[in-house]
């Protein structure tokens, strides 16, 4: 049961940590919020609340080990800050780019370029926290991944979630941005996993020392 809590609990506050971050670049950069409360609503769905629900059941059969909360934490920020920052150069950066105002139809299409590359760094934060995914875990992540594609192109859904397909150069812009965004979820958990082996040598230097001069 905590093996699934600690997948749950990851997820959550991934959610959490872009959002704060989110919301703290939009206040410092006088900018309109990058995507809609609806298309929160449609990522989180398909990226965190369903597979959660999901995972959350699922059998699991690992023992309890010492260290939820860290675990959890360290999964959660690189996670978290990767996201937010892939959403907020986005939308910094694309406007310049195309030539877009933060008005009117611009505005429309900003967000749901925002919103893509958002989906696109939660799937693979649901695929890293879903490991192994040679199992049915990864057919999850596979159905939701097409679940979220699909949505887009059937007009209620998309009409609903105000999501507009990204056409022409505006497409080539949305998938450089998710391709970003992945490097940078990619460097942020490598970051991490460096920094937790180099405290981790140290710990045991430092062990290996008390050790010693005990002798």
Known sequence: VMAN????????????????????GVVLSF?????????????????????????????????YVPGFLH?????????????????????WIV????????????LSQLRTVCSIVLFAVSIAVLARVARPLRSWRGILVLVFFAAGVLGGFIPYV???FEIHIPL????????????????????????????SHFLADRQKSRSSDSARAVD
């Open 158 to 160: 998309a009409h609903f």
């Open 31 to 63: 900018i309109p919020f990058p995507y809609l409360p609806r298309h929160i609503t449609y990522i989180g769905a398909l990226t965190i609340g369903i597979p959660a629900f999901i995972l959350a059941l699922a059998p699991n059969s690992r023992r």
């Open 168 to 195: 022409g150069r505006s497409a080539v812009i949305t998938a450089v941005a998710a391709a970003c965004g992945l490097l940078l979820l990619a460097a942020a958990y490598a970051i991490q996993e460096r920094i």
């Open 5 to 24: 809590m600690e997948r749950v609990a990851s997820l959550f506050l991934v959610k959490t940590i872009y959002s704060v971050l989110i919301s703290l």
């Open 95 to 106: 406007p310049a780019l195309m030539g877009w105002t933060y008005r009117g139809n611009d």
């Open 71 to 91: 675990r959890v934490l360290a999964f959660a920020f690189p996670g978290g800050i990767a996201a937010g920052g892939a959403v907020l150069l986005t939308a």
